[in-house]
């Protein structure tokens, strides 16, 4: 089922034998009108014209259609070349080329990401922020909490390759064999310095732990809970590897975890705070995460609910550097300008922080009895 902007399209598409067509006659696309198409098929297509209407109207049905998302239903969007309606198309290319893009057509989520990474220039680490803040609001608007987590993970993971190029001394780009561990030095013992150099001194030690913000009080609750739930299931670690790696700011001991994932023989609790010790750092205390009740810490939890909601604390932890930063940015434009518009971007990012830690809370007190 394709969805066009108007019913002279429709004519065209059904004279050039494509007759499962429809549209929506002089309005935007209606939320009764994406449930009535969701009653003939699971995904229809979204052929708006090329030009910069035709894409708010399609930006406008996505908006629309966030809210009412649910298992396999979905929409693609096809974008025509600028200038052209799918009548000018047919006339100028003919059936075929429409036909193609209609076979090329577009996820609602890459949709949603090539839209609002393309709106604005994104220059300054600011101009990065609030791209996060914008495809973050967007994710917010889905009901569905299955769909809204896998949108958040698939936006984040998105938005991390654009704004976090990857490090040279990451795991991930050490050559296309992946990890490679360093060599051993004699003596050393089969985990920890046989795969890692330890800080040689109180001295290094105090610089690794500055280098990588645990001065600045990057040891939080949440982080101290997201660490003891990979060292309680190493088998976890490979899944948030990369989005860890990616994200600026971060408690240090994950960055040993993540270069822990080249070798199978490390992703085991012991190994893993065996590794951590050899590299002057500890694992978490119970008194660092206290009063953080996540299941994935709790004695008897099932592996499957443990990985659901260790995704759920590492998206919070992967989010909230670039919710902070926006704020931060959004509240000193205000002091700045006193103007209405920077009042309203910055109560809206106060009421997505305030959301922020609600969800926070609630995932940390699920438990508590």
């Given amino acids: 089922m394709i969805v066009v902007e108007g019913y002279m399209d429709v004519i065209a598409l059904a004279a050039a034998g494509i007759p499962d067509a429809v549209a929506p006659l002089g309005t935007a696309l209606t939320e009764h009108q994406i449930e009535m198409l969701w009653r003939h098929v699971e995904t229809p297509i979204l052929c708006f014209d ?95 909490p299955d ?17 976090f190029p990857r490090r040279e001394k990451t795991w991930q780009s050490r050559g296309a064999a992946g990890f490679q561990p360093r060599q051993a030095r004699p003596g050393s013992s089969r985990f920890g310095p046989a795969s890692f150099s330890a800080p040689s001194s109180p001295e290094s030690i105090t610089r690794l732990n500055t280098r990588y913000g645990q001065a600045s009080g990057s040891r939080d609750a949440l982080s101290a809970a997201v660490i003891a739930g990979l060292i309680r299931w190493p088998c976890l670690l490979p899944r ?35 590794i951590l010790r050899d590299n002057g750092l500890d694992e978490p205390t ?24 260790l995704a759920q604390a590492v998206d919070l932890l992967v989010e909230r550097p670039v919710l902070e930063a926006a704020l931060a940015q959004a509240t000193a434009r205000f002091e700045s300008e006193l103007s209405e518009a920077a009042f309203a971007e910055q109560q809206r990012l106060l009421k997505r922080k305030l959301e922020f830690d609600s969800r926070l809370r609630q995932m940390a007190t699920r438990h508590a009895s």
């Avoid at 998302?69 to 429409?98: F, M, Q, T, W, Y």
């Avoid at 769909?147 to 704004?163: G, K, T």
């Avoid at 971060?250 to 080249?262: A, H, T």
């Avoid at 660092?288 to 008897?300: D, N, S, V």
Wanted: aromatic share 6%; charged share 25%; hydrophobic share 45%.
């Fill in 240 to 274: 948030h590897a990369e989005a860890l790696a990616r994200t600026p700011g971060l408690d240090p001991r994950f960055e040993i975890l993540v270069e822990c994932c080249g070798d199978t023989a490390a992703l085991e609790s012991d190994a893993l705070t065996t």
């Fill in 50 to 144: 090329g030009d910069a209407a035709g894409q708010r109207a399609a930006m406008r049905a996505i908006s629309r259609a966030l809210p009412l998302l649910r298992p396999a239903h979905s929409l693609r969007i096809v974008r025509l070349p600028e200038g052209l309606d799918p009548d000018d198309l047919i006339k100028a290319r003919g059936p075929r080329a429409l036909e193609q893009l209609l076979g090329e057509a577009k996820s609602l989520v890459e949709v949603l990401w090539e839209f609002e990474r393309d709106a604005t220039p994104l220059v300054t680490p600011e101009d990065k922020a609030g791209l996060k803040a914008r495809l973050m609001a967007h994710v917010d608007t889905i009901q569905h």
């Fill in 286 to 309: 119970v008194a660092e995460y206290a009063g953080l009740r996540f299941g994935f810490l709790i004695q008897g939890t099932e592996q499957e609910q443990a990985a659901a909601e």
């Fill in 147 to 163: 769909i809204a987590s896998l949108y958040r993970r698939a936006l984040q993971d998105r938005y991390s390759e654009f704004a």
